[in-house]
């Protein structure tokens, strides 16, 4: 008889799901540094035991507002079911203006709606789902974009880990983007794999040991 896996153990290969969604405001099949980021996030993730998809939101009617369904043709509650069903969320965005772009403001005002949807036990859906964020641009502002994405999914319910965040800039405005790089530099490579590996690393501990009811 095969030895019993300890709790350990048993945590650190449970399979996990995990959805990007992209917010660039060029529909497909426009290129999308973006996109390519969060790829190359999810395919880091894949070294974890983790599977899922990329869904960029321009491709959807994700209509405007706070609530789960707004009514006919709004394609959010089919993107909702897929996050429900994730351990993981990635955000992925653009910088303009020095904000995370339109569309990104628009998927955290639709999760707002999670606030108002909770389990038997008063938690929200959201609870133990982990988050991370991708960031590019052609100007300052990671930082203070990933921290307006940080506050905001924390709000709805997400949990995050350490160094939760991947990003590249350019130089101010060059017209260099992230795609057009011959290469991926090795810090954000570096910076990919260890978002990978804590934010696996973290759902599933919170798999194992959800939070307590509210």
């Not at 959805?19 to 880091?44: I, K, W």
């Not at 794999?193 to 939070?211: C, D, I, M, Q, S």
Request: glycine letters at 8%; aromatic letters at 4%.
């Amino acid at each position: 008889m095969e030895p019993a896996q300890t709790p350990s153990e048993a945590t650190s290969t449970t399979p996990l799901r995990a959805v990007a969604l992209v917010c660039s405001l060029r529909p497909s099949p426009a290129p999308s540094s973006s996109q390519l980021l969060a790829e190359q996030t999810m395919e880091a993730l894949k070294e974890h035991g983790v599977t899922g998809k990329v869904i960029r939101v321009a491709d959807h009617d994700v209509k405007p507002g706070v609530e789960t369904d707004m009514g006919d043709g709004d394609a959010w509650p089919g993107i909702r079911d897929t996050i429900l069903a994730s351990d993981i969320l990635i955000l992925s965005t653009p910088i303009w203006l020095g904000h995370p772009c339109s569309l990104a403001q628009r998927v955290l005002e639709r999760l707002d709606a999670e606030i108002g949807e909770t389990d038997d036990e008063g938690r929200m859906l959201t609870y133990g789902k982990v988050a991370g964020v991708c960031v590019v641009g052609n100007e300052d502002g990671a930082h203070k974009v990933s921290a307006d994405l940080f506050q905001g999914l924390n709000d709805v319910g997400f949990s995050l880990a350490p160094n939760a965040v991947t990003y590249w800039v350019g130089e101010a405005m060059h017209g260099t983007d992230y795609q057009d790089l011959d290469k991926t530099p090795e810090k954000t490579a570096a910076t990919t794999a260890t978002l990978a590996a804590n934010t696996a690393h973290l759902a599933r501990r919170l798999k194992a040991a959800p939070y307590p009811a509210s």
